[in-house]
């Protein structure tokens, strides 16, 4: 099993920075693909972006691109999303994800792992 525990959300104006960090622990050489997620309330979970456990071949949604950056930091052994630029949108509860197969996607259904969130305001 792969433990996924995701930190460093809170509250921040719009314009300003965040960074996230995702600690995996427990059978990490199965996880492959990692990935955020977020969900607004009242909305589905969607597809924030993913990287190769590698650290290579980022893919991110639209709506983040120019403005997040994922990169995975081996000597924490961690995946971490670093927010420039927010915008009250942003604003969710953000997962961790992994996925076993070594494939980019954004198919939330198609991971296998997932942390139980940090949540991110940004006030406007």
């Known amino acids: 099993q792969v433990q996924l525990i995701e930190s460093g959300g809170g509250l921040v104006q719009a314009g300003g920075s965040l960074n996230l960090s995702c600690t995996a622990s427990?059978?990490?050489?199965?996880?492959?693909?990692m990935g955020w997620f977020r969900q607004a309330p009242g909305e589905e979970r969607e597809f924030v972006t993913a990287?190769?456990?590698?650290?290579?071949?980022?893919y991110y949604a639209d709506s983040v691109k120019g403005r997040f950056t994922i990169a995975r930091d081996y000597a924490k052994n961690t995946v971490d999303l670093q927010m420039s630029s927010l915008k009250p949108e942003d604003t969710g509860v953000y997962y961790c994800a992994g996925r076993k197969a070594n494939i980019l996607t954004s198919s939330r259904r198609l991971y296998d792992y997932w942390g139980r969130g940090t949540q991110v305001t940004v006030s406007s």
């Open positions: 427990g059978r990490t050489s199965s996880v492959l693909v």
């Open positions: 990287v190769s456990w590698s650290g290579k071949n980022p």
